[in-house]
C-alpha cells in the first residue's frame, strides 16, 4: 500500500535546524509526540545547503514551525541573513524561533533578543536552553505548546504500511486487512462496501494489531463511516478493558515508539529521496510522485 505525499504533508510539522544533541537528543522527538507534536531534525550536510533545504521544506510543507540553533557555525553564512531571507522570501510563511546556549552574562542575552526578536521580529521566542537536558525538554515542551505546535490534532496519525495489520471475529465470521492509519487513540481501515455490518457507536470486542512485529490487542467503537468510491473508510476508537475511552496504559506506553518510528519513517524517507532528487535545484520538486513515499 502506497503512500500519498499528499497525506504525509498534512498537518504542523516542527523542525529543529542543525540542533545541539547534547541538549537536545533526539529521544526527546519520540516523547514530544507522545504529547501531540510532530518534531524532526535537520542536519547540516555537504550534498544540500541548509538554505536549500528550507526552501524544500517551505515548498513542501504547509505548516511549519523552524528553530534554529544559532551555536551551530555555517561556513560562509550567518543565520540572520538566512532567517531574513526567509521571512521576506516566503512573507512568513513558515513560523520561526531560535535556539541558543546559555550565555555567561545578561548582556549576551539581551543582545540575542533584540538582534531576533526586535530587529527580525520572529514570532516563535528566543529561547535559552540550559546545560541540563532535563531542564531543555520542559523549556522546548513549554516553547511548543505556546506556539501551538500541536495544530489540530491531539493525537498524531501514523500512516501505516503493509506491515500494519489487524484481525477481529464479528458475528462469527473472521475479518482481516492492513490499517490505513493508527494514532495512541484511533486506527481506520478500508473494506469493500456492505462487508462489515457494524454500526455506528457499536463495541468491537477483541481486535488484534500487529504493528510492524508489535503485537497488541484491545477492543474499539466505531465512531465514523466514510464512504470512498465502493469502499468504506472506517475509523474507530480504542476503548480500555476497563471501558474508558483510550488504550490500556501498559499497553499505549508500549506503543508509542512503534507508531512514533512509523510516522517518522514516512516523513524521512520523503524528504530523504527529495533531497537525493533535488540536490541544489528545486525545479524537480513537480516531478515527485504522490504515490512514491
Not at 55 to 65: A, E, T
Not at 93 to 107: F, S
Request: glycine fraction near 6%.
Amino acid at each position: 500500500m502506497g503512500i500519498s505525499l499528499k497525506e504525509i504533508v498534512t498537518g504542523r510539522k516542527t523542525f529543529f535546524i542543525t540542533p545541539d544533541t547534547s541538549l537536545i537528543p533526539e529521544s526527546f522527538l519520540e516523547d514530544y509526540f507522545a504529547l501531540g507534536y510532530e518534531c524532526y531534525f535537520i542536519e547540516n550536510d555537504k550534498k544540500v545547503s541548509i538554505q536549500r533545504k528550507l526552501d524544500i521544506l517551505i515548498s513542501i510543507f504547509h505548516d511549519v514551525i523552524f528553530f534554529f540553533n544559532i551555536d551551530f557555525q555555517l561556513p560562509d553564512q550567518r543565520w540572520e541573513d538566512i532567517i531574513r531571507n526567509i521571512t521576506e522570501r516566503y512573507d512568513n510563511q513558515a513560523c520561526i524561533g531560535v535556539l541558543y546556549t546559555k550565555r555567561q552574562t545578561k548582556d549576551e542575552k539581551v543582545r540575542l533578543e533584540k538582534r531576533y526578536l526586535m530587529d527580525l521580529g520572529l514570532s516563535c521566542g528566543c529561547i535559552q536552553l540550559e546545560y541540563q537536558k532535563k531542564q531543555n525538554f520542559e523549556i522546548i515542551e513549554k516553547i511548543l505548546y505556546a506556539n501551538q505546535a500541536q495544530g489540530r490534532r491531539k493525537n498524531i496519525r501514523a500512516l501505516c504500511t503493509k506491515a500494519c495489520t489487524f484481525s477481529f471475529n464479528y458475528n462469527g465470521a473472521a475479518n482481516t486487512g492492513v490499517l490505513q492509519d493508527i494514532s495512541l487513540s484511533h486506527f481506520s481501515f478500508v473494506y469493500p462496501e456492505g462487508r462489515l455490518q457494524t454500526q455506528l457507536y457499536e463495541k468491537v470486542a477483541d481486535f488484534h494489531f500487529n504493528i510492524r512485529g508489535f503485537m497488541f490487542r484491545s477492543d474499539a467503537v466505531l465512531i465514523m463511516e466514510r464512504p470512498l468510491q465502493g469502499e468504506v473508510l472506517y475509523i474507530f476508537a480504542f476503548t480500555s478493558s476497563t471501558g474508558a475511552n483510550g488504550l490500556d496504559l501498559r499497553i499505549k506506553q508500549l506503543l508509542i515508539p512503534n507508531i512514533y518510528q512509523l510516522m517518522a519513517a514516512s516523513c524521512k524517507n520523503l524528504l530523504d529521496q527529495i533531497f537525493n532528487k533535488v540536490g541544489s535545484n528545486l525545479d524537480g520538486l513537480e516531478e515527485i510522485s504522490t504515490d512514491e513515499a
